[in-house]
Structures are given as structure tokens and as C-alpha cells.
């Protein structure tokens, strides 16, 4: 039972990559079924289509706000790496504020494409488009969440190394 609730523990931990890895078996499950209901049967399911597809935003969106948490997404810094170091920290503290700026406005973006979809629905399941605009909402506040407290430890360790 112990091991069952530190699996619980860890997936809420890793809510975004939890939710991507749902998202990503419904992308294969509606995929499956819809090559499957052809070949077999053939007609095609054309639901499975559109589900896979709204499904695999929610893959790409919060797979990119898991990748942020781990610093895992792709920089190129051979330019920064050649700098002093006092230049190459002001540079990567420079960045960080860019996206400090970014980040919020890319938010508020997506909540008003969210807010606008609301009526608007998928053309098969009828599906309100909030839905998979939320993949945006929920991607954007986590990388921004997780970037305010990448800078907070940046700070901390600042100031440890300063005093």
C-alpha cells in the first residue's frame, strides 16, 4: 500500500508529465481503434481522428511544460559559453528576465484564445475548443510557476555565494 501511495505521490508531483502520458495513450488508443474500424470493418471512425488530434495537444503542451521543469529543452549557448563569466552570468540573467516578461504575456494570450473558444466546437465530437486551448493555459502558468522558482534559487544561491 506504501509503494501505491508514493506512485500517487510522485504522478501528482509530475502532474504535467502524468497528464501528457494520459494524453499520449489516447492519442495511440484513438489511433489504434481508428486503423483498426478501417481495415476491419471498413468505415472509418472518424472521432478517433479528432480525439487523437486534440489529444496530442495536450501531449505537446504539457510535455513542453515537463521538459521546462527539468531544463531540458534545447539552448544553444556557444556564444554565452565563449564570454567572461561576469558576462556570461549577465547575459543568462538577462534571459531570464526576458522570460519573466514573456511568460505572462504568453498567459494571458492563451487565456484569451481559451475564453474565445468557449462557444466554438470541435467539428465531430462537438467538443468545446476550451478544452484543448486549456493544454495551453495549464503549459504556459506551469512553465511560468516553475520559472519564478528557478530565479527564487538563483537568488538564494546568489546571495549564499555573495555572504
Known amino acids: 500500500m506504501t509503494r ?5 505521490g510522485q504522478a501528482l508531483c509530475n ?22 474500424s ?14 487523437a488530434s486534440l489529444s496530442f495537444t495536450w501531449v505537446v503542451f504539457l510535455g ?28 543568462s540573467w538577462a534571459m531570464d528576465l526576458l ?14 484564445i481559451a475564453i474565445d473558444s468557449i462557444d466554438r466546437p470541435s467539428p465531430v465530437l462537438r467538443i468545446s475548443f476550451l478544452y484543448v486551448y486549456g493544454a495551453v493555459v495549464l503549459s504556459f502558468a506551469s512553465i511560468f510557476v516553475h520559472h519564478v522558482i528557478h530565479m527564487a534559487r538563483r537568488v538564494a544561491g546568489a546571495r549564499e555565494q555573495a555572504g
Open 4 to 8: 501505491l501511495f508514493r506512485l500517487v
Open 64 to 91: 513542453a511544460a515537463a521538459a521546462f521543469r527539468r531544463n531540458m529543452h534545447v539552448s544553444v549557448d556557444l556564444v554565452v559559453r565563449l564570454l567572461p563569466k561576469r558576462w556570461s552570468a549577465a547575459v
Open 38 to 51: 478501417r481495415y476491419v470493418t471498413q468505415t472509418s471512425a472518424t472521432w478517433a481522428v479528432e480525439l
Open 99 to 112: 522570460l519573466l516578461v514573456f511568460l505572462p504575456y504568453a498567459l494571458y494570450l492563451a487565456i484569451s
Open 15 to 36: 502532474w504535467e508529465l502524468t497528464l501528457a502520458a494520459i494524453a499520449l495513450l489516447v492519442v495511440i488508443a484513438s489511433v489504434s481503434f481508428g486503423v483498426v
